[in-house]
């Protein structure tokens, strides 16, 4: 059941980006999704060998941050991956509250933008 979730979490984005692309010749939103998910991912795997080494951590603010800008399909994959930042849970709360917020925004879109037309962001 989580690993059904965990890949439904893409589809909403992948389809909002297709939409950007295909609809109205949107094409930065996959580069700066990909840019980013690998450099959250390259983060997470450096935490977690810091982490077995004892060695000096990337602070959690640094990993959300990379989440927020686009990395948190990385962020996912590298959770799983390196069995990492799965068991706090001040840390998953952050998480999922980004990535709530992502699927939100591409909701948004794939609806007609009314956040955009609505709210100054």
């Not at 890949?7 to 980013?36: D, E, H, K, N, Q």
Request: overall charge positive; aromatic content about 12%; hydrophobic content about 55%.
């Amino acid at each position: 059941m989580l690993a059904l979730l965990q890949i439904a979490v893409f589809i909403l984005p992948l389809v909002g980006m297709l939409s950007l692309a295909f609809g109205r010749g949107v094409l930065w939103p996959l580069p700066l999704y990909l840019i980013a998910s690998i450099v959250t991912y390259l983060l997470y795997k450096h935490d977690k060998q810091r982490a077995r080494d004892k060695g000096w951590r990337v602070p959690e603010r640094v990993l959300h941050l990379g989440e927020l800008l686009g990395g948190w399909p990385g962020a996912l994959i590298a959770q799983q991956r390196f069995r990492h930042k799965t068991v706090k849970l001040s840390f998953r709360l952050v998480f999922f509250a980004i990535v709530a917020l992502h699927q939100l925004l591409w909701l948004d879109v794939l609806c007609g933008g009314f956040l955009h037309r609505h709210l100054p962001l």
